[in-house]
């Protein structure tokens, strides 16, 4: 047995090794094995064998340090864990004998995580379920899972987006404070918003969807002039309904964007006000931020200005409708069309083809890309996979919006702030290859 003395020496020779232990803090990269990678902050990667890959879980903030392994190589031994970024995830439930396990659907978790009797939520073999990490694996390479929430099986209805949506941790429901906030609007708050924005209900303005769209978003006008036409978007604007910092706006940030799942979105705001009162719906007044241009005879915009107004759509037109008129065919849908909306759909066609004709010449423009629409059956199953045909009508929108986004761009450039989407520009491997083409096709350009 070690006296007093060799015991004190040898806590002092271990507080000394962990002093002048030279460690690397880094984020753990994940591959399709076992091994995996640590990328140092310093900018060179690590390798991890499958030991130190069980006690860390991807996109983990660690320390490590070096070591020789075999055949003379460098490899990490995890030190530290600083931080983990994995909380949830999603996995299916796998029974072994009388261990209980998820094995995880996450990319880079290449093992089973056992999960405590007291977390397992009456979950079912085979079913898929929403987990949280409730032990990390870091001391002993063994961790533990608690289950949030059991998804369904394979097979079952809707479950490719119930699937999904845990996945990626989208929000499926909404909190209690902005469904009471929905609730208590109706279309009283259009008339008591309405006061200082322009009128514009006369103006025959229509939107152009297809025909089971129900959250319409932008309504279009055109006009002739000496020069060109003046072209006018409508834009939806739910920031005249809905109250800065309220419990709605604060969820809308949080979600960010509208996610378009086949039969069944997932809107930004509740039904209330996506389809309804912020839906630029036929025949209801509708607060809109309206973009008035000019598009010149060639196609070249003009001035252009922003108003805040009150529109009243004079039709929810479909894209098909639209197709068929620009290209003559004498439809009853058409012929029923009053002459002021019709009048409004020639002049943006010819607007429209003015615009697209102008960018051919002067401006990059990506070739028409074959999209498809998913049909489904009534178990929410894909029946069908079909091509969506663009036609003159989508081209018509296509070039109103891009008109519009470049007022708006350029709008926001003269501003001293404002919202804006910045490249992270070119990765470094690709440097000399767009040089190359740089100085065969823009030498001017070569050196910038």
């Not at 806590?11 to 076992?34: C, H, M, W, Y």
């Not at 964007?257 to 930004?268: K, R, S």
């Not at 929410?380 to 070039?399: C, G, K, T, W, Y």
Request: aromatic share 6%; with cysteine.
């Amino acid at each position: 047995m070690l006296n007093a003395d060799a015991l004190s020496q040898l806590r002092q020779l271990k507080s000394d090794i962990e002093e002048n232990k030279v460690v690397f803090p880094g984020t753990v990269k994940a591959t399709n094995g076992r091994f995996g990678f640590v990328a140092l902050d310093e900018g060179r990667d690590v390798f991890l064998p499958p030991e130190e890959m069980q006690k860390v879980l991807p996109g983990d903030r660690v320390t490590i340090t070096e070591q020789e392994g075999d055949k003379g190589k460098t490899q990490g031994v995890v030190d530290e864990l600083l931080e983990t970024r994995l909380d949830t995830f999603v996995g299916r439930y796998l029974v072994k004998g009388k261990g209980h396990f998820v094995v995880p659907e996450t990319p880079g978790i290449n093992r089973w995580i056992f999960i405590p009797p007291k977390e397992r939520q009456n979950a079912g073999p085979d079913d898929y379920i929403y987990c949280r990490i409730h032990k990390h694996p870091i001391k002993d390479g063994k961790g533990q899972a608690r289950i949030l929430k059991v998804i369904g099986k394979a097979g079952q209805t809707g479950i490719e987006r119930a699937f999904t949506v845990a996945t990626f941790d989208l929000p499926d429901t909404w909190p209690e404070a902005v469904s009471t906030q929905a609730e208590a609007l109706d279309e009283s708050v259009i008339d008591a918003r309405s006061e200082n924005r322009e009128d514009r209900t006369d103006q025959p303005y229509v939107t152009i969807d297809s025909p089971g769209t129900q959250d319409m978003d932008d309504a279009l006008l055109a006009e002739p002039n000496a020069t060109g036409w003046k072209l006018s978007i409508a834009i939806a604007d739910p920031t005249a309904v809905i109250e800065p910092g309220s419990p709605a706006e604060q969820e809308a940030f949080r979600r960010a964007t509208a996610i378009y799942f086949p039969g069944e979105p997932l809107p930004m705001l509740p039904d209330t006000l996506s389809t309804r009162l912020c839906s630029l719906m036929p025949e209801v007044k509708r607060l809109a931020l309206v973009c008035d241009l000019q598009v010149n005879n060639d196609g070249s915009l003009g001035e252009y200005s922003f108003h805040q107004a009150v529109i009243r759509s004079h039709g929810k037109l479909s894209y098909e409708l639209v197709s068929n008129l620009i290209e003559g065919r004498e439809a009853d849908d058409v012929k029923a069309l009053p002459d002021s909306v019709s009048n409004s759909l020639d002049q943006l066609h010819q607007a429209a083809t003015a615009l697209r004709k102008w960018r051919n010449e002067h401006a990059l423009v990506n070739g028409d890309r074959p999209e498809f629409r998913l049909r489904l059956d009534e178990n929410r199953r894909v029946r069908l996979i079909e091509p969506s045909v663009q036609n003159e009508a989508h081209r018509l929108v296509e070039e109103c919006m891009i008109a519009a986004n470049r007022c708006a761009a350029d709008f926001l450039g003269q501003q001293d702030k404002g919202l804006f989407i910045q490249h992270p520009g070119l990765r470094d491997d690709r440097a000399d290859n767009i040089r190359a083409l740089l100085e065969g096709y823009a030498p001017d350009l070569a050196g910038v």
